[in-house]
Nanobody, 115 residues
Framework: QVQLVESGGGLVQPGGSLRLSCAASGFTFSSYVMSWYRQAPGKQRELVASITTGGTTNYADSVKGRFTISRDNAKNTVYLQMNSLKPEDTAVYYC?????????WGQGTQVTVSS
């Protein structure tokens, strides 16, 4: 049974930091490209960051220099370190695993940036 379980979301003040985690099970984690997406109220889901099986990373322009994606294949976990958070980063954050025609999503974790 495939599972992706996000954690680490919450309420943080502007300028603060959070680290999201996504624990995977039920598939060969190391063989999958892992990504973080987010969806704000009334907006489409957008790609935030991705990391390939070889560790190559890609970021949305809006988060470059502030967010860092990483993976630990021994722990079957992908992380998103978010620094210098802004109110516009408020959204539900989802992790996704993808390999060829296979794609799995987590249930999401809420991140709210507000004073």
């Amino acid at each position: 049974q495939v599972q992706l379980v996000e954690s680490g979301g919450g309420l943080v003040q502007p300028g603060g930091s959070l680290r999201l985690s996504c624990a995977a099970s039920g598939f060969t984690f190391s063989s999958y490209v892992m990504s973080w997406y987010r969806q704000a109220p009334g907006k489409q889901r957008e790609l935030v960051a991705s990391i390939t099986t070889g560790g190559t990373t890609n970021y949305a322009d809006s988060v470059k220099g502030r967010f860092t994606i990483s993976r630990d294949n021994a722990k079957n976990t992908v992380y998103l370190q978010m620094n210098s958070l802004k109110p516009e980063d408020t959204a539900v954050y989802y992790c996704k695993a993808r390999r060829m025609a296979y794609e799995y999503w987590g249930q999401g974790t809420q991140v709210t940036v507000s004073s």
